[in-house]
């Protein structure tokens, strides 16, 4: 299997005046296909460095390759095509915008490339919503479901575009823990039927053992990795 996603050499400085950094020296790689978690206590450095993964932040210095293909010298709009292309993202907080239904929150992703959702692009959407087991509830408004159902929204909303990577930022983080052990298996439901990669921060080391890779940070740096 190919790296799809490579880090070499970064590093991340915080502020100006008063230095802070955040990352130091971090060689990271993910295989294509892979299902892997990065964990570490708070404060640690993973949000920084899932962040600097999927393009939304910068490295103050070191490369990033995604697909082979250098990213860290991109410019914008460039980016944020190949975000919107190779790249799904779950946060904690699910973002769904809460005027809109599930299924209209999961066309989004779509909506940004085209005006007006094709009949391929709302069966997809319907599809995923059936996927993530939300065909009940796929016309309530965001904020008529519960966590888990939104975070399911969340979830399908990521893979509208078939995006080759999905980066999690602690997607459990709000959930009891039967939600997070359902929302879990859906991931790995996905990783393994789409062969989507998963990198997946969480702080829980149980769901984090379940994951093919345990990446742990701690003070910025790769302490383990197995
Ligand atoms: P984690 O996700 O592991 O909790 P973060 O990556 O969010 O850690 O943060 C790592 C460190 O970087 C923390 O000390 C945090 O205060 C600091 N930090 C994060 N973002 C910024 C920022 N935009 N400006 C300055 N410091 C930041
Ligand atoms: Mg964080």
Redesign the pocket.
Known sequence: MDDIIRLENID?I??KDIK?Q??NNINLSFKEGSFNSII????????????IMGTL?QPTTGELYMNGKRTDNMKKNELAELRNDTLGFIFQFHYLLPEFTALENVLIPNHIKFSKPSKEALERANELLDLVGLQKVKHNLATNMSGGQQQRTAIARALMNTPKIILA??PTGNLDSESTENIYNLMRQINERFKTTFVI?THDREIAKKADRVVE?KD?RIVLDM
């Open positions: 991340k915080y502020g802070t955040v990352l570490g206590s708070s404060g640690s450095g993973k949000s920084t460095l899932l962040n932040d930022d602690e921060i940070i910025g």
